[in-house]
């Protein structure tokens, strides 16, 4: 079964002038990863506002995506509603339109307990059969998945492949590591505050669940290859040290506030923030669009005019 690897992109919704999901837009968008060295995409995440589409417009992005990027990238898309059932019918719903593969998080706000995640979680991924990841990310959902319960995963479900961590404890991955050995992909996110990349990739990981390859993915493609030379180690803490700032920056807010700043500065196609975001502005997106003039990102990707 397909195992994930290297640069796994979460990209936003693009929207057009009447808020409106803009497949063309989104269309360009995978374009711009497949031409750019990104392994594979993850479509309706955090970066996507997610919780903000409506139960018609993430059918509409499965169907439409799920068969635009087939044979192009592998595109994971997050399955995940406020309960069991529905998440289990947006995930058949998924499959049967052809999605490469599914993400579950716990549902955001519930804050169910450790016995009850577990139940959602087994539930959800085995009513599939394709490819599957869970997503542990206790900021946004406000629950943590234990190594032990990521490790039954694995046990228990033969199409589990990949554990996105947002988790800023090296400690804690180290044990998952332990726990999933080469079964299951271990992809990190790349926010600097957490700086848990790094520690992963010389653990074994498999590479990077991030945000900032919207912007620079040649360079998370680079960064994100899992360490099997010296030049390749070396390689990664040169990238990730000169783009250091750049990936705070990106980070300033929560996503996709600024991926969606940079990428209309860039001249490629998202729309404008769904209300209550704001738009970034003043002097962080002062300080964002200096950081990627000096970093060459407009002469390379582009600029709008």
Known sequence: MFKPSGSWVAIPTPFD??????????????D?????????????????????LSVEERRSILTEMAKYCKGKIPAFFNATMTSTDA??????????????????SAPFYLLPSQAAVKEFFLTAMQSVEIPVGVYNNPSRTGVMLDPEMIGQF?????????????????????????RIGDR?????????????????????????????GNVIPDEMAEMSKPWDTIEQVNN???????????MKALY??????????????????????????????????????????????????????
């Open 17 to 30: 002038s009447q808020n409106k999901v803009d497949f063309g837009g989104f269309k360009e968008i995978v």
């Open 32 to 52: 711009f990863h497949v031409a750019h060295g990104t392994s594979m995409v993850f479509i309706m995440g955090s970066a996507g506002e997610v919780s903000m």
């Open 87 to 104: 998440t289990v019918e947006m995930a058949q719903f998924a499959e049967a339109q052809g999605a490469d593969g599914l993400v579950f």
């Open 154 to 178: 694995a046990d228990e479900c033969p199409n589990f492949v990949v554990d996105k961590e947002a988790m800023p404890s090296v400690g804690h991955l180290c044990d998952v590591k332990r």
């Open 184 to 212: 299951v992909s271990l992809m990190v996110c790349d926010f600097p505050k957490y700086s848990i990349l790094l520690p992963v990739m010389a653990m074994g990981g498999q590479g990077a669940a991030n945000i900032c």
């Open 236 to 246: 990664c803490k040169e990238i990730y040290f000169k783009h250091y700032d750049l």
């Open 252 to 305: 300033y807010f929560s996503n996709p506030v600024c991926i969606k700043a940079a990428l209309r500065m860039m001249g490629l196609p998202c729309g404008a923030l769904r209300k209550p975001y704001q738009e970034l502005g003043g002097s962080k997106l002062e300080e964002l669009t200096r950081l990627m003039e000096e970093l060459g990102v407009f002469d390379k990707y582009g600029r709008a005019k």
